[in-house]
């Protein structure tokens, strides 16, 4: 784990123990990106039959060909089975990547982070930067983050805790569990932070902080 690397604090227990409600954020993103495959399969193979089984009947009206119209609509029924099938196990693959994702979310504990958050000019997204302890970057997600999480870190420095695996994403947030955020997945190229001998000094102080940071307070 990169936060242990760096020497930043660990929860001495999972996240999910800590904060219960890293439990029903994990169970809603399941719920919302599961969607039953067969269900899929219907729906997009009935609108591709649709679909070809019209074209079919407009090529043999102008074709004046009555033979097109009972080969037509055999491979329309052929094509659109195919297509939605490969759109139902692309679905169920989809819901599958998405639980295994979930996995070190669940399992993890809180990492104690110094962190950033900037804006995005024109974009509701912020850039969320964790630290490492020479105030490199060592991971950037842009994420939408709630209102109080973005005035709750004074001048968008602070310490951040987060769950879940660098190279998927999880979840984040202020000390304490609240409030709580998706970070989506890195960014693979992140732009290096803005520096002034002021920030590096704070950045500096708060990996200090992230090092000798105590989780116990907040254990229930």
Known sequence: MLAEEFGYQISPRPAVEMTPAVQDMVDQRIAASRKDPDQVKKNVGNGCFWVLLVATVVIALSAQAGWILPVG???SALAAFGFGQAVADGKKAE????????EPVRRGPWQAWPGR????????????LLLAPDGTVAREF????PDAGWT???DGRGLIW???DLRFGGLAALPGGEP?????????DPKPPSQSAVGKAVEEELAREAVKYVFDKWLP
Not at 180 to 188: D, R
């Open 73 to 75: 609509i055999a491979v």
């Open 95 to 102: 819901n599958q990547a998405v639980v295994r994702m979930m």
């Open 117 to 128: 958050l900037e804006e995005i000019s024109g974009q509701p997204q912020r850039r969320l």
């Open 142 to 145: 842009r994420c939408l983050v």
């Open 152 to 154: 709750g870190l004074t």
């Open 162 to 164: 987060f769950v879940g």
């Open 180 to 188: 709580m955020w998706w970070t989506g997945p890195p960014v693979a």
